[in-house]
């Protein structure tokens, strides 16, 4: 019989996702890991770290605008999208996502006119709570999304929620970290920086237990001819070392350097970027694939 982890074109096809998707992917979770990292910041440790909290809070509302445009215009009717509204399943990843995403706009728009109308910080810190659970499962449900699909690749990456989750909140530590730079704040860039170290340590783990996971099922394309297995690994090596290790050391390494603090932020922010449009690409090149009549 044959197997369909070796006929990547048997019974789906791929979706047209590309640019826009990516920009949704990357954007999404830009917003939710800054806004989650910020809250937790000015949560728990409110006087020391309230300067780069209210600096955040004006930038995540115009990324949360800017991925629903992406959003939208992915759409094949965009004039409907709000036609996604009209039910709540708790039980659907995309419905969901689409009311957390709704919520989460809402409170981080209150963040920014809290942040511009310099509100006092019990006003920043019960937009917070309000957030940080929409914010968590923002970054996350993503993940979820993918892997709950037939596509190949996808499929198999029943822990891509947990690395979307882990990816997200780093992102949002290095934006912390560029912005505690950009204002020479140097205790909220070392605490910055400690927290994105160990958020990179646990993404690491997570991307790790992933492919594990993938590689048991056949590699992320689903292909049977060694080439795309050998790039398969390149990349994933690629990103491993260069989007996370390095990130990891030179975080530990850094003395408090803002030039320091702005490279690990971009190298970061450009590995996760990366390995979104990679993510979204694994269909076309399992489809594109040649197709082998191997059998189990």
Same mark, same amino acid.
């Given at each position: 019989?044959?197997?369909?982890?070796?006929?990547?074109?048997?019974?789906?096809?791929?979706? @047209?996702?590309?640019?826009?998707?990516?920009?949704?992917?990357?954007?999404?979770?830009?917003?939710?890991?800054?806004?989650?990292?910020?809250?937790?910041?000015?949560?728990?440790?409110?006087? /020391?770290? /309230?300067?780069?909290?209210?600096?955040?809070?004006?930038?995540?509302?115009?990324?949360?605008?800017? &991925?629903?445009?992406?959003?939208?215009? &992915?759409?094949? &009717? @965009?004039?409907?999208?709000?036609?996604?509204?009209?039910?709540?399943?708790?039980?659907?990843?995309?419905?969901?996502?689409?009311?957390?995403?709704?919520?989460?706009?809402?409170?981080?728009?209150?963040?920014?006119?809290?942040?511009?109308?310099?509100?006092?910080?019990?006003?920043?810190?019960?937009?917070?709570?309000?957030?940080?659970?929409?914010?968590?499962?923002?970054?996350?449900?993503?993940?979820?999304?993918?892997?709950?699909?037939?596509? @190949?690749?996808?499929?198999?990456?029943?822990?891509?929620?947990?690395?979307?989750?882990?990816?997200?909140?780093?992102?949002?530590?290095?934006?912390?970290?560029?912005?505690?730079?950009?204002?020479? &704040?140097?205790?909220?860039?070392?605490?910055?920086?400690?927290?994105?170290?160990?958020?990179?340590?646990?993404?690491?783990?997570?991307?790790?237990?992933?492919?594990?996971?993938?590689?048991?099922?056949?590699?992320?394309?689903?292909?049977?001819?060694?080439?795309?297995?050998?790039?398969?690994?390149?990349?994933?090596?690629?990103?491993?070392?260069?989007?996370?290790?390095?990130?990891?050391?030179?975080?530990?390494?850094?003395?408090?350097?803002?030039?320091?603090?702005?490279?690990?932020?971009?190298?970061? /922010?450009?590995?996760?970027?990366?390995?979104?449009?990679?993510?979204?690409?694994?269909?076309?090149?399992?489809?594109?694939?040649?197709?082998?009549?191997?059998?189990?």
């Amino acid at each position: 019989m044959p197997s369909d982890a070796f006929l990547p074109g048997l019974t789906t096809k791929a979706p @047209p996702w590309h640019g826009w998707v990516t920009a949704d992917l990357f954007l999404l979770s830009m917003a939710s890991g800054t806004f989650t990292i910020a809250s937790l910041f000015v949560l728990l440790r409110p006087y /020391e770290m /309230e300067g780069v909290v209210r600096a955040a809070l004006l930038l995540v509302f115009p990324l949360m605008a800017a &991925d629903l445009v992406c959003l939208i215009a &992915d759409l094949g &009717d @965009p004039m409907r999208f709000h036609h996604m509204l009209r039910t709540f399943k708790p039980r659907s990843p995309m419905s969901l996502g689409v009311w957390t995403i709704s919520i989460l706009s809402a409170v981080t728009f209150a963040g920014m006119v809290a942040a511009l109308l310099d509100l006092p910080l019990t006003a920043l810190r019960a937009i917070a709570a309000a957030g940080i659970v929409p914010s968590l499962v923002a970054g996350a449900y993503k993940g979820v999304l993918f892997s709950a699909t037939a596509q @190949p690749g996808w499929r198999r990456m029943r822990w891509l929620g947990a690395a979307f989750a882990l990816s997200t909140m780093a992102m949002g530590a290095a934006a912390m970290l560029a912005i505690a730079a950009f204002k020479a &704040d140097f205790s909220a860039a070392r605490i910055s920086r400690f927290i994105l170290m160990w958020l990179l340590v646990l993404l690491a783990l997570g991307v790790r237990r992933l492919m594990g996971r993938v590689r048991t099922a056949g590699h992320l394309g689903e292909a049977a001819d060694r080439d795309s297995m050998v790039r398969t690994s390149l990349h994933y090596t690629m990103f491993i070392v260069g989007g996370i290790g390095l990130p990891i050391v030179l975080c530990a390494l850094s003395s408090g350097s803002q030039a320091l603090d702005f490279l690990i932020a971009a190298i970061v /922010e450009a590995g996760a970027l990366a390995s979104r449009h990679y993510l979204v690409m694994i269909p076309h090149r399992a489809h594109a694939a040649p197709v082998s009549s191997s059998g189990t």
